[in-house]
Structures are given as C-alpha cells and as structure tokens.
C-alpha cells in the first residue's frame, strides 16, 4: 500500500489568503469528483490539528439540506476512513474513527504503512506560504 502526500496549494505557491483561509482550492463538482476517484483506495487520512479542523465539517455535512451528491459522496468515504491527528493542543476528536497522537514519530507511521490493506494519505495544510 502506498503513504501518499497531499498539498493544497494555489499556482503561485500559496497555501491560505491573508486572512489564513485557504477556501480558493475547494474544487468544483468536476474536480472534487476526480478526487473522490483518486482517495476511494484510502483508509486513513494523517492530519495535524488546523488541517483536521478544516477537515471535521465533513462529519456532519451529510445534514447539510440539499448537499450535492458529489459531495454526499465524498462525506461518506471521509466519515468510513480513520483519521489520525498530531496535536499537542486537540483535547478530544470531534469525529468518530479518530484518534489523538502528541508527537508526530516517523517509525510509526512506517509500520501503519506497512500493516496497512489500504492507501494512507498524509494532508498537509503547508505554512503560510509553501516553501
């Protein structure tokens, strides 16, 4: 199984506006479907804590009236994945099949890699500006 990296970021190597949102990458129905496409082999997402804050919305999106059904799909793979957060800060998940680590350690991520029947996706919100 691969550990795949994953990075929004806009042309000109920006990962947030300058108010620190980063909601120009949210793709439309075209794109977000070839990402829906692209994850289906993924089992567990790897966050830390403003990525996994960003991410959470998708726990409860599928009340959200009249989401589309591009997105209703995608709500379903996120919600059926674990998710791992690195923060030292994050008291408790705020979503199911989601656990809290305080240090990041590469050799446990080798061997979740290496017991794993499914891809593992690392998602990196960047710093204020990707280098």
């Not at 506006?17 to 692209?38: S, T």
């Not at 674990?82 to 998940?93: D, G, N, W």
Request: without cysteine; aromatic residues 12%; negative net charge.
């Amino acid at each position: 199984m691969s550990l795949i990296y994953s990075m929004l970021m806009s042309v000109d190597g920006y990962v947030e506006d300058e108010h620190g949102r980063f909601d120009f990458a949210a793709p439309d129905e075209e794109v977000n479907a070839y990402i829906n496409q692209l994850t289906s082999s993924v089992s567990t997402y790897l966050y830390g804590r403003r990525m996994y804050e960003s991410m959470v919305y998708w726990e409860t999106a599928h009340t959200v009236p009249n989401l589309p059904q591009f997105l209703r799909d995608w709500t379903r793979q996120w919600q059926a994945a674990e998710k791992i957060v690195y923060s030292r800060t994050l008291a408790e998940p705020r979503s199911v099949r989601t656990g809290i680590e305080r240090e990041f350690d590469p050799d446990v991520v080798r061997r979740l890699k290496g017991g794993a029947r499914h891809d593992i996706t690392l998602m990196d919100p960047g710093s204020p500006r990707a280098r």
